[in-house]
């Protein structure tokens, strides 16, 4: 995309519509973690550079036209678990959300009904081949010490099952991506500001798919300029 070009992408929710709206628990029960967390992108953002400043404007978050509702789940203490699963011997739960505008209420919490801010719940740049090495050195480090199967999770490896890029792409783009480091990439929706303190729940904020309107602009040289360690979010 070119710099100040506003464009839309869709976002799938982040189990990858494996919950359905519904009165029965059971697909939070039997979700299938491996495939999980689904990401819309990347998007090459033309004159981005490694050691640019990349400007993300989110001008809008909607839910589909088709599908105006996200949900809420428990879920279950042998798959997924929350922060509290052992104590409370987790099992599984689910609420839907319908949405009116900018409220959200649900058949399955009689009496609640209350304002939400829609917001992508994961967005990001490609890492460089350095710090990408440093995740992955945490990642396995963590693994090592608590296990792979600890309640609630601590890390995952990656799993050939749920990893698409990279996998049947051309070593010409390959090689591009390896090079450039200023792709944006939109994750899963997120459909309200209910997400509490840490989503003890495992999935305490509202999911939901949904349409991201985006722009783009660029700072040459941002990250020696403002001295950037991380990324910067403002509200306006």
Known sequence: ?????????????????????????????????????????????????????????????????????????????????????????????KAIWDFEGIYASSRHIPGVRFAGIPHPGLIGTAPSPELLATWNRRETGLIAQFGAESVPPVAYAPQHKGAYVGQDIDNKIREKTYQEGARTIPGREHGGNCDGDGEMSFCGAIEMAGIITFKTSIIKGGVEKFALKQPIFLVR
């Open 1 to 93: 995309m070119k710099p100040g070009e506003v464009f839309k992408i869709e976002c799938q929710d982040w189990t990858g519509g494996q919950i359905g709206n519904n009165d029965t628990s059971d697909d939070i029960r039997d979700v299938d973690l491996t495939v999980v967390h689904n990401l819309s992108g990347p998007v090459a953002v033309e004159g981005a550079e490694p050691g640019d400043c990349l400007v993300v404007d989110i001008l809008d978050v909607q839910p589909f036209d088709k599908m105006p509702w996200g949900f809420t789940g428990i879920f279950e203490l042998e798959n997924g678990g929350g922060l509290f699963a052992r104590e409370f011997k987790s099992r599984a739960a």
